[in-house]
C-alpha cells in the first residue's frame, strides 16, 4: 500500500491516525520545549500552566461567563448578518439588477478592515453588545453575501430552463428549485462564515468589554499574563472547531443527496 | 407527411446574438420549418449551426430576433407547459427521488393525488426504471437518469416533446439502447416531437422526415423524408438497404456542410 499516491483513498485509521498523532507531537514538542526551559515562561508558559490557569478558571466561574458571553455575541451577530445576507444573496444570485446594484458598493465595504470600526461604532452604538454585534457583522456580512451570491449561481442553468417548460412562474422556480439546489452550498457557506466570527470575537471585545473570551485575552496582554492568552485562544479555536463540526455534521444529515455526486 | 395543420410551425425564424454591428452573430437565418401532429422530426447540421437555438426559441427559453414560430397555429410567447423537453446535460433535481422527479412535472395538474400516483407509476414502468422509484439522482448511471428526465416530460403529457441531443452524452451502448427505448415509447405512445441531433443515424431510426442545416448562419440546406416501414427497431432498420442509403445521403449533405465551413469558420461572420 502507497500512502502517497495521487487522489488516492487510504486506510481510514491511517487517515485520523495522521491528524491525531500531529496534535500529539505538537503538544510533545511544546512540552519539551517549556520543561526544558529552552524558552522562558513569559514567552511560553508549559502545558501544565495553561491547564492549572483553566482549573483556576473553570473553579472562580469567569471561564463559564466568558464562554457564555462570547457563545452569545457569537450568534447574535452571525444570526443578523445571515438573516439579511441570505435574502440579499439570493436576489443578488439570481437578478443581475441586485448584483450591478450591490456588488461594487460590497465590493468596497469588504476591503476595509473591522477593526477600524470599533472607534466608530462606540460613537454610534455605545459600548453595549449592540456594538459587539455591529463589529461581528461587519466582519462577516459583506463576504458572506458575495459568497451565497455565488452559490445561487451555481444552479445549472438547464434545471431553471426545464422547470419553466413544466409551466412554473419565477417565484416557484426560485422556491421550489433554485432555493434547495443551492442550499447545500449556502449551508457551506455558514460554516465557513461562523469560523469567521470566532476570528473576529478579539476584535468584538478589544475595547468596552468586561466579560467574554477576547475580552480575557486583551486584558491578559497588559499585565503579560501569557498562561491566560494561550489558553484563550485554545478555547476559542475548540469552540471554532466546535461549530464548524456542527455543520459539518448538520450537512451529511440535510443533504445526503449531495454527496457522492457524480 | 404533412399533417393539415402543423403542430408546431417556423415561419422565417432569424436568431442574431450580440449587438447590433461588428460583434453581431446570426446563428440562424431565415429558418422555416414544421412538424405535423405526432410527427417525430430531427433537426440535424454540422455542429454550432444554431439548431439547439431553434429548439430554446420553439421552447420559448431563447426569444426570437425574427419571423414567427407558431404551436396549433398560435405564435409562442414565452415557455410553457405545452412543450415538454428533455436535454442533454442531467437536469434531475438532485434532491428529489426518481418518483418525486416524475411527480414534480406534475406541479401544475390538477389530476387528484391518487391518479397521479398512478401516473408516476406507469412513467416508471414505461422508461424500464421499475424498481427504482425511491432511488436519488446520485444513485444512477447517466443512460438511468436520461431515462427519468424522459419520464418526467412525457408524464405531464405536454403537446409535443422539445429534445435537445437528449443521448449526446452517453456512452455509445446506453446510447443504442435509449434510442430503442425511445423508439418503443414513441410507437407505443405517439406524440408530436421535435428532435435534435448530431447523430444521423439515430435521425434516421428515430424519424419520420429529418431536416438537414447548414453551417451558421443556420438555414434549411435539405429535407429528407424518411420512407423506413413502421414499427422499426434497432437491429431490422438498420439492416434495411433503404437505411444505409440514407445515411450517405445525410452525411454528404452534413459533410458538404461541414467543409465549406472549415477553411474559415468566421468567414459567415463578416
Redesign the interface.
Known amino acids: 500500500m502507497r500512502l502517497l499516491d495521487l487522489r488516492t483513498d487510504i486506510p481510514r485509521r491511517w487517515y485520523i491516525g495522521a491528524g491525531v498523532g500531529f496534535v500529539a507531537i505538537f503538544l510533545l514538542a511544546w512540552a519539551t520545549a517549556t520543561w526544558q526551559q529552552w524558552v522562558s515562561p513569559i514567552f511560553l508558559p508549559a502545558p501544565n500552566a495553561v491547564f492549572a490557569e483553566l482549573q483556576d478558571q473553570a473553579a472562580s466561574g469567569v471561564l463559564w461567563q466568558d464562554l457564555w458571553a462570547s457563545t452569545y455575541r457569537i450568534m447574535v451577530g452571525w444570526v443578523i448578518s445571515t438573516v439579511l445576507a441570505l435574502p440579499i444573496g439570493v436576489l443578488m444570485g439570481n437578478f443581475r439588477f441586485f448584483e450591478g446594484l450591490l456588488e461594487p458598493f460590497i465590493d468596497l465595504v469588504r476591503y476595509m478592515p473591522a477593526v477600524a470600526f470599533v472607534p466608530l461604532t462606540i460613537l454610534w452604538l455605545g459600548v453595549g453588545d449592540t456594538q459587539k454585534f455591529a463589529i461581528l457583522f461587519i466582519g462577516v456580512f459583506f463576504q458572506q453575501v458575495l459568497l451565497i451570491m455565488d452559490n445561487v449561481k451555481t444552479v ?1 442553468r ?2 431553471i ?2 422547470s ?5 412562474s419565477r417565484g ?1 422556480i426560485l422556491r ?2 433554485i432555493l ?2 443551492a442550499m447545500p452550498g449556502i449551508w457551506d457557506t455558514f460554516r465557513i462564515t461562523v469560523g469567521w466570527a470566532w476570528t473576529y470575537l478579539v476584535v468584538a471585545e478589544l475595547v468596552a468589554a468586561n466579560v467574554g473570551l477576547g475580552y480575557r485575552i486583551m486584558r491578559a496582554q497588559r499585565f503579560l499574563e501569557t498562561d491566560q492568552i494561550i489558553l484563550g485562544i485554545l478555547i476559542i479555536g475548540l469552540l471554532g472547531l466546535l461549530t464548524d463540526y456542527l455543520f459539518k455534521w448538520s450537512y451529511r444529515r440535510l ?8 | 407527411m404533412m399533417a393539415a395543420s402543423p403542430k408546431l410551425q417556423a415561419q422565417h425564424v432569424w436568431k442574431i446574438f450580440g449587438e447590433r454591428g461588428a460583434a453581431e452573430v446570426v446563428a440562424v437565418q431565415d429558418l422555416s420549418l414544421h412538424v405535423g401532429e405526432n410527427e417525430f422530426v430531427s433537426l440535424v447540421g454540422p455542429s454550432g449551426c444554431g439548431k439547439s437555438t431553434l429548439l430554446m426559441m420553439a421552447a420559448g427559453l431563447e426569444p426570437i430576433s425574427a419571423g414567427d414560430i407558431l404551436i396549433d397555429g398560435r405564435p409562442i410567447t414565452g415557455p410553457g407547459a405545452d412543450r415538454g423537453m428533455v436535454f442533454q446535460s442531467y437536469t434531475l433535481f438532485p434532491w428529489l427521488s426518481v418518483e418525486d422527479n416524475i411527480r414534480f412535472s406534475l406541479k401544475k395538474s390538477r389530476l387528484p393525488r391518487a391518479e397521479q400516483d398512478a401516473l408516476v407509476r406507469e412513467h416508471i414502468e414505461l422508461v424500464g426504471l421499475t424498481g427504482f422509484a425511491r432511488a436519488y439522482p446520485n444513485q444512477l448511471s447517466g443512460g438511468m437518469r436520461q431515462r427519468v428526465a424522459i419520464a418526467r416530460a412525457l408524464v405531464y403529457k405536454p403537446a409535443m416533446l422539445l429534445m435537445d441531443e437528449p443521448f449526446g452524452a452517453l456512452d455509445a451502448q446506453t446510447r443504442l439502447q435509449m434510442q430503442e427505448l425511445l423508439l418503443n415509447v414513441w410507437q407505443a405512445h405517439r406524440t408530436t416531437v421535435l428532435f435534435v441531433t448530431h447523430d444521423v443515424e439515430e435521425a434516421i431510426l428515430l424519424s419520420d422526415r429529418i431536416y438537414v442545416m447548414t453551417a451558421r448562419p443556420g438555414r434549411i440546406k435539405r429535407e429528407v423524408a424518411v420512407e423506413l416501414p413502421r414499427p422499426r427497431n434497432l437491429l431490422e432498420t438498420e439492416s434495411d438497404p433503404r437505411f444505409a442509403a440514407l445515411r450517405r445521403h445525410v452525411l454528404t449533405l452534413i459533410r458538404e456542410e461541414a467543409q465549406r465551413q472549415a477553411p474559415s469558420p468566421v468567414a459567415d461572420l463578416a
Not at chain 1, 255 to 262: E, K, M
Open positions: 445549472p438547464d434545471m430552463q426545464v419553466y417548460t413544466f409551466g412554473l416557484e421550489s428549485v434547495p439546489a443533504f445526503p443527496w449531495a454527496l457522492q455526486s457524480r
